[in-house]
Antibody, heavy 119, light 112 residues
Framework: EVQLVQSGAEVKKPGESLRISCKGS????????ITWVRQLPGKGLEWMAK????????TFSPSFEGHVTVSVDKSITTAYLQLSSLKPSDTAIYYC????????????WGQGTLVTVSS | QSVLTQPPSVSGAPGQRVTISCTGS?????????VHWYQQFPGTAPRLLIY???NRPSGVPDRFSGSKSATSASLAITGLQAEDEADYYC????????????FGGGTKVTVL
């Protein structure tokens, strides 16, 4: 069974950093890309970035480039999203998803990680 | 402001047909990029509903269908059911070398 299991909810203070994990199982991890998507409270989906799990080639949305870091550790079939210098406006649910092709659909999604940034 | 434009809401009675439009531009849908559609219920992760403009993954009922033309795409739900009440998002890609993804703003489907 294909699964993407994300790390748990986080509460952070402004200025802190955070790394969210997304562990893939039940499929050949390095054959797929991992996409990261943000959903602000009560709002729509925002495409952030994708990373090729085989060679770590990355693509970023212009809205997020320079503000987030994505990486993978093939040895433990896990992808990461790192957010730094957190602001209250980073409060959101962050999802990972897998895709087979560069512009293909995201066919399996993680359960989401709620990040709350508050002083 | 989302790159792809969807109506904020559509509604219909059970059994009716509703459509959701997704309007892009020459740099995404109009450049030949595929459109995918996702369904999201409150408090849950999105689910792939339609891929490659008009293909349904296994397990998606055939009352859901997609189409694409020029710079826009549509999702149709025929024989609307109460369980279809959810948010729906279209997704495509910028046709630049990097090919970053873009979403529509989402459409809330209400079953009357």
């Amino acid at each position: 069974e294909v699964q993407l299991v994300q790390s748990g909810a986080e509460v952070k203070k402004p200025g802190e950093s955070l790394r969210i994990s997304c562990k893939g199982s039940g499929y050949s991890f390095t054959k797929y890309w991992i996409t990261w998507v943000r959903q602000l409270p009560g709002k729509g989906l925002e495409w952030m970035a994708k990373i090729d799990a085989s060679d770590s080639y990355k693509t970023f949305s212009p809205s997020f480039e320079g503000h987030v870091t994505v990486s993978v550790d093939k040895s433990i079939t896990t992808a990461y999203l790192q957010l730094s210098s957190l602001k209250p406006s980073d409060t959101a649910i962050y999802y990972c998803a897998r895709r087979l092709a560069v512009t293909g659909p995201d066919d399996f999604w993680g359960q989401g990680t709620l990040v709350t940034v508050s002083s | 402001q989302s790159v792809l434009t969807q109506p904020p809401s559509v509604s219909g009675a059970p059994g009716q047909r509703v459509t959701i439009s997704c309007t892009g531009s020459g740099s995404n849908i109009g450049a030949g990029s595929d459109v995918h559609w996702y369904q999201q219920f409150p408090g849950t992760a999105p689910r792939l509903l339609i891929y490659g403009n008009n293909n349904r993954p296994s397990g998606v009922p055939d009352r859901f269908s997609g189409s694409k033309s020029a710079t826009s795409a549509s999702l149709a739900i025929t024989g609307l059911q109460a369980e279809d009440e959810a948010d729906y998002y279209c997704q495509s890609y910028d046709n630049s070398l990097s090919g970053w993804g873009v979403f529509g703003g989402g459409t809330k489907v209400t079953v009357l």
